[in-house]
């Protein structure tokens, strides 16, 4: 059975830094794709990230470009998001996400996600 424990979200000023982690358990995850995804109230769950096994080739919503950073480590099965400058526009409950074979922006290409983690971004 598949755990995963999500971690890092918060309340922080615009402009100000958080980084998420994810730690999966129960399966390894070192061969797939993963990443990250958010969504805010009244809305759809949107594309942030995605990173490939290799840690080479990364991908990006164009909103977060530039000031979120995606990495993995997977000796520890774990994914992280550095977001930096954030915006109130940032404020969503962030999940991640594992399994994807290809460097998917659709959510339903994951078959794993984390519980959520919320960040909200004051002004």
């Known amino acids: 059975q598949v755990q995963v424990a999500e971690s890092g979200g918060g309340l922080v000023q615009a402009g100000g830094s958080l980084r998420l982690s994810c730690v999966f358990s129960g399966q390894n995850f070192s061969s797939s794709v993963m990443g990250w995804f958010r969504q805010a109230p009244g809305k759809e769950r949107e594309f942030v990230a995605a990173?490939?096994?290799?840690?080479?080739?990364?991908v990006y919503a164009d909103s977060v470009k530039d000031r979120f950073t995606i990495s993995r480590d997977n000796t520890k099965n774990s994914v992280h998001l550095q977001m930096d400058n954030l915006r109130p526009g940032d404020t969503a409950v962030y999940y991640c996400?594992?399994?994807?074979?290809?460097?998917?922006?659709?959510?339903?290409?994951?078959?794993?996600w984390g519980q959520g983690t919320q960040v909200t971004v004051s002004s």
């Open positions: 990173i490939r096994w290799s840690a080479l080739t990364t």
């Open positions: 996400g594992a399994g994807a074979i290809d460097l998917s922006r659709r959510p339903n290409s994951y078959g794993y």
